[in-house]
């Protein structure tokens, strides 16, 4: 069964630390894998898109790194803020269609 | 920036009666989807629409649900007789394309309940 598993379930970390969080996947066939963050009460924003010939995808303080062979994804987050504080979600397409399949989040809170 | 905007945030809604979620999806995108996250939940697929018909639909998306994009610029999920266990977030989402360099967007959402 396609399942996106993620851990820790949550995080607390004071501001300005750095954090990863991390993402295992059974999806089969892989054709993308995607961060998003969603904030309280708002719908997800796309962070970061890979595809399985990309190790590592940056977007400002957030990297992604995947290992397609093991079926394996992380996201670290450098020098945190208050404004981190959200659910991060690891998401993979599994086909060249059209659903994604979510985990069910990380969430991080930033205390100052 | 162009935004996903979905109308009611809010619907409150007696078991049994139908109602209708509306979202405008980001004006130059082709693709069209509805998501729903019931309460501490994860996100969970319901239905992608592309070319005036559905492309997709997940185990979820039963006859109950509907989707229409009746003019050029709305996109809708119906759902003609809610039950109890529809109460969930439902989200719209659009996107360009369906590959790596199209991210899809989201709308922030309508809450549905159902008493």
Same mark, same amino acid.
């Given at each position: 069964?396609?399942?996106?598993?993620?851990?820790?379930? =949550?995080? #607390?970390?004071?501001?300005?630390?750095?954090?990863? @969080?991390?993402?295992?996947?059974?999806?089969?066939?892989? =054709?993308?894998?995607?961060?998003?963050?969603?904030?309280?009460?708002?719908?997800?924003?796309?962070?970061? $898109? /890979?595809?399985?010939?990309?190790?590592?995808?940056?977007?400002?303080?957030?990297?992604?790194?995947?290992?397609?062979?093991?079926?394996?994804?992380?996201?670290? $987050?450098?020098?945190?803020?208050?404004?981190?504080?959200? =659910?991060?979600?690891?998401?993979?397409?599994?086909?060249?269609?059209?659903?994604?399949?979510?985990?069910?989040?990380?969430? @991080? =809170?930033?205390?100052? | 920036?162009?935004?996903?905007?979905?109308?009611?945030?809010?619907?409150?809604?007696? /078991?049994?009666?139908?109602?209708?979620?509306?979202?405008?999806?980001?004006?130059?995108? !082709?693709? +069209?989807?509805?998501?729903?996250? #019931?309460?501490?939940?994860?996100?969970? +697929?319901?239905?992608? +629409?592309?070319?005036?018909?559905?492309?997709?639909?997940?185990?979820? *998306?039963?006859?109950?649900?509907?989707?229409?994009?009746?003019?050029?610029?709305?996109?809708? !999920?119906?759902?003609?007789?809610?039950?109890?266990?529809?109460?969930? /977030?439902? *989200?719209?989402?659009?996107? *360009?394309?369906?590959?790596?360099?199209?991210?899809?967007? +989201?709308?922030?959402?309508?809450?549905?309940?159902?008493?």
């Amino acid at each position: 069964k396609n399942q996106v598993e993620q851990s820790p379930q =949550s995080l #607390i970390i004071l501001e300005g630390k750095n954090c990863t @969080l991390q993402c295992n996947y059974t999806v089969s066939p892989f =054709s993308n894998l995607r961060w998003y963050k969603q904030d309280t009460g708002r719908g997800p924003v796309s962070l970061t $898109i /890979m595809t399985f010939s990309e190790n590592t995808k940056s977007n400002g303080r957030y990297t992604a790194t995947l290992d397609a062979d093991t079926k394996q994804s992380s996201l670290h $987050i450098t020098a945190s803020q208050l404004s981190d504080s959200a =659910s991060y979600i690891c998401v993979v397409n599994g086909q060249a269609g059209t659903a994604l399949i979510f985990g069910k989040g990380t969430t @991080l =809170s930033v205390s100052s | 920036e162009p935004e996903v905007t979905q109308t009611p945030s809010h619907q409150v809604t007696q /078991m049994g009666q139908e109602v209708i979620l509306r979202c405008v999806p980001i004006s130059n995108h !082709l693709y +069209f989807y509805w998501y729903r996250q #019931i309460l501490g939940q994860k996100v969970e +697929f319901l239905v992608s +629409f592309y070319n005036n018909e559905i492309s997709e639909k997940s185990e979820i *998306f039963d006859d109950q649900f509907s989707v229409e994009r009746p003019d050029g610029s709305n996109f809708t !999920l119906k759902i003609r007789s809610t039950k109890l266990e529809d109460s969930a /977030m439902y *989200f719209c989402a659009s996107s *360009f394309g369906t590959g790596k360099q199209s991210p899809l967007h +989201f709308g922030n959402g309508t809450r549905l309940t159902v008493t």
